[in-house]
């Protein structure tokens, strides 16, 4: 390295160091702290004061509600693009961007795990639903999911061994209309799970639909890994947070075996921390970055990376969407951003000309005053007159779409263009290919048939994947049985490395069409479990 | 004596008459453009009532009386008010901008330097500066420097209105020395829809219930008693 400005070697090695403290990382310290177990996990990023950092209680605050989570040093986040661009939206800091997300946490379904065996594409895991079931289960109560049980639940998903942990939020009137809309089509509409309690859970209060979940949640009443994990980790008193760390480097000794981490702090002086075992949970494209980097005579390719796969088969979901304007008032800047879901198109259909399929959410997110003067664009009486008949009057439909894998989409390092630690950044490459090109315009074609049924007045636009829009980045590392074709095994432990885990979406062999971050910390909460077996074992 | 010149007679002539007929052409293309300009002038006087104005004016040490009087005409211009609701006058939008502008020092050199520049430009298009603009008149300046900043930074279109805006470029910011003056406008537009947006003027004219926080809009419990004997 070309970067060396100071070492500092810690003492006695730890149990474990994780790197990235969101959600997979926090589930994964929190668990291990749980269990006794020493912890240090290390986050790029700050950790954020809810009342003083989320500024929504103020009149202009979608005016730079957004910049608390920009880095000091816009060096940091760098990152290249292949020839369709990336958008790459995450949030670094302690809770990842669980911090800003709408807290959509739908499971997948069973069919999602053996794709190939059901619709003869892309590949099964090596886990079936029912082995994660009870992880499912474990942090739906951690984080006091809430969701539609009874009649009122969604038809199509998988089976559960409990019910939600709080009922669902009320249906917003954007929901309701679009709602009654889908019920004409034949449609099942249901208020989705999210991650936001509906009653106080773990100390924290009640959501009171104020709808700003996308810029932090003043009140912690959403269950973003900060406020449950990460506060749960650390009062075991085993759990050290390190914020504004950025590691650099993973080093093995000569058995093969995982030796230390080599990080930055916050100042720029870089230490070396020795533990018995290391967890990457950074995310699906600075995980595989950090293994690509950490190369060595054993491996000369990066870390893990006998099978060459390492950031290949990067995957994410289809994203279409439009926005339409009602006539009746809706009042969409209550409540919260997806408050109903459809799920009828989820499932392959012989009929189509494509395998899997997709999901439609309602959303009513960005429907503040300044937000919608500045979409409307422009100025004088004509922009005003604009403003006043869209305010309040808006829908977004999204469609979400099942990307198949393909080792083209991939991220590798880029070595001309650097981070501010003089790090290659990561080259993103993310295009949809033949089976999600047959399905895009499916997507779109569902989308402008529910918006008619619900009476919309008037469409006002409507786009169709943006590659990165969708903020859910899967599969770089993907889990297997075959050491040929995967890099880690069904835990999550690495093939090549029996004491380097991976606890985040990069090991998602596909990425059905649900929203992944519930099925990453299942993922994570079953490595943690594993991980402590092994620990008893005296294996790690 | 003997000019060795690289062109003939016949070449320098027809060169130089070539020239003149494409400045001409070049002229009058952009007369044209800029006379299109002024879309639907409104001559309509203002019906919305009386100001708050007058109230405040304590709190502009940071601008001179005069640019603040600029800068609520050219606030006024881009948030008008009319029957169909209350404009940037009456949410103060240009003396909440002066206020914000104490704690940005950056910001104020770049409102103290657009505000002249925007007078002096008003200044040589209708010979007197931007407070003493009729309405129309107005209207007709922020078109122009609205179509300007869209027809060279953001139109993306038609190879015709990418020659325009690069023509535009060359005409207005390379040769006029209008960039800075287009660079403003845009801080401008969005300040003041920030600033009357997030105004109760504004909000009361929506119907919007006013920031999340820190009550969010959960309804509350229902209070009605005949349900509760007790």
Redesign the interface.
């Known amino acids: 390295m070309d970067v060396m400005v100071h070492v500092h070697l810690h003492g006695d090695p730890l149990d474990v160091v994780v790197i990235g403290c969101g959600a997979g990382g926090s589930v994964v310290a929190k668990e291990l702290g749980e269990a006794g177990l020493s912890v240090i996990v290390l986050d790029a990023g700050r950790r954020f004061n809810p009342e003083r950092d989320y500024r ?6 979608p ?1 730079g509600a957004w910049q608390v989570f920009e880095p000091e040093d816009p060096r940091r986040d760098l990152y290249t693009a292949g020839p369709q661009g990336f958008r790459y939206i995450r949030v670094k800091g302690i809770g990842g961007t669980t911090v800003v997300s709408w807290g959509v946490s739908p499971r997948l379904h069973e069919s999602d795990f053996r794709v190939r065996s059901a619709d003869g594409v892309a590949d099964d895991w090596p886990i079936t639903y029912g082995e994660l079931e009870p992880f499912y289960t474990q942090v739906e109560y951690e984080l006091g999911i809430s969701g539609s049980d009874g009649d009122e639940r969604n038809p199509f998903d998988a089976p559960r061994s409990k019910p939600f942990p709080t009922p669902p939020h009320p249906m917003t009137r954007a929901g309701e209309i679009i709602a009654r809309g889908a019920r004409k089509l034949g449609l099942h509409p249901f208020v989705p799970a999210l991650a936001i309690p509906t009653k106080s859970w773990g100390g924290r209060p009640a ?6 979940c996308g810029y932090g949640c ?2 912690s009443a959403k269950s973003s890994a900060d406020v449950t994990y990460v506060r749960k980790a650390e009062a075991t008193g085993k759990v050290t947070i390190l914020e504004s760390c950025v590691a650099r480097e993973i080093t093995i000794d000569s058995s093969n075996r995982v030796r230390s981490v080599v990080f930055f702090d916050g100042e720029g002086r870089e230490h070396e921390v020795r533990a018995r075992a290391v967890v990457l949970a950074a995310n699906a494209i600075e995980t595989p970055r950090l293994l690509l980097l950490s190369i060595s005579r054993l491996y000369p390719k990066g870390l893990a990376n006998s099978s060459g796969l390492v950031g290949k088969y990067l995957t994410e979901h289809l994203d279409a969407g439009a926005r339409a304007r009602f006539a009746l ?1 809706l ?1 969409n ?3 919260v951003p997806v408050s109903a879901m459809i799920q009828d198109h989820y499932e392959t259909r012989k009929a189509n000309p494509f395998a899997r399929g997709w999901l439609l959410e309602v959303a009513t997110a960005n429907t ?3 937000a ?3 979409r409307v664009g ?4 004509a ?3 604009r ?2 008949e869209l ?2 009057h808006v829908v977004e439909v999204y469609a979400q779409g099942e990307q198949l894998p393909d080792i083209r989409n991939q991220v590798s390092l880029d070595r001309t263009t650097k981070d501010h630690f003089g790090l290659p950044v990561p080259h993103i490459v993310s295009e949809p290919r033949g089976n999600d090109l047959k399905m895009l315009p499916a997507m779109m074609d569902s989308i402008r048939e529910l918006l008619e049924a619900s009476g919309a007045a008037e469409i006002l636009d409507s786009w169709s994947h943006q590659p990165g829009a969708s903020i859910h980045y899967m599969g770089t590392c993907r889990m297997g049985n075959d050491p040929r074709y995967s890099v880690t095994d069904r835990w999550g432990r690495t093939h090549d490395v029996p004491n380097l885990f991976i606890a985040d979406s990069s090991v998602f062999v596909t990425g059905g069409a649900a929203h992944p971050t519930l099925t990453l910390m299942a993922l994570a909460a079953r490595t943690a479990a594993f991980m402590i077996e092994c620990f008893r074992r005296r294996e790690l | 004596m003997h000019f060795d010149f690289w062109l003939t007679r016949r070449q320098a002539l027809k060169f130089t008459i070539w020239s003149f007929w494409g400045v001409l052409v070049l002229k009058s293309f952009l007369v044209k453009a800029e006379k299109k300009l002024s879309l639907e002038p409104s001559k309509k006087p203002e019906i919305w009532g009386p100001t708050t104005q007058g109230n405040l004016t304590a709190v502009n040490s940071v601008l001179t009386d005069m640019e603040v009087s600029t800068l609520r005409v050219l606030a006024d211009g881009i948030i008008p008010s009319n029957k169909e609701g209350p404009g940037a006058t009456q949410a103060a939008v240009a003396d909440r901008i002066a206020e914000s502008l104490a704690h940005n020092p950056a910001l104020r050199v770049a409102y103290q330097t657009g505000l002249s520049e925007i007078d002096q430009l008003a200044r040589s298009r209708y010979g007197f500066g931007v407070t003493s603009l009729r309405i129309d008149q107005r209207h007709q300046l922020l078109s122009f420097l609205d179509e300007l900043h869209r027809t060279m930074f953001l139109e993306t279109g038609s190879l015709v209105s990418r020659i325009r805006g690069k023509a535009y470029y060359w005409y207005y910011v390379k040769w006029g020395g209008l960039g800075s003056t287009l660079e403003f406008w845009r801080q401008l537009q969005s300040d003041v829809l920030a600033h009357f947006y997030s105004s109760p003027v504004a909000w009361a004219w929506l119907g919007y219930d006013g920031p999340p926080f820190p009550l969010g809009y959960l309804k509350p419990p229902s209070c009605n008693l005949s349900e509760n004997p007790a």
């Open positions: 929504s209680d103020r009149p202009d605050f005016v959501c009171v639909e104020a709808g700003v003043r009140i008032p009042k800047w209550q409540g503040w005053p300044i919608v003067a500045k422009g100025w004088g009486i922009h005003k007159v403003v006043k305010f309040g």
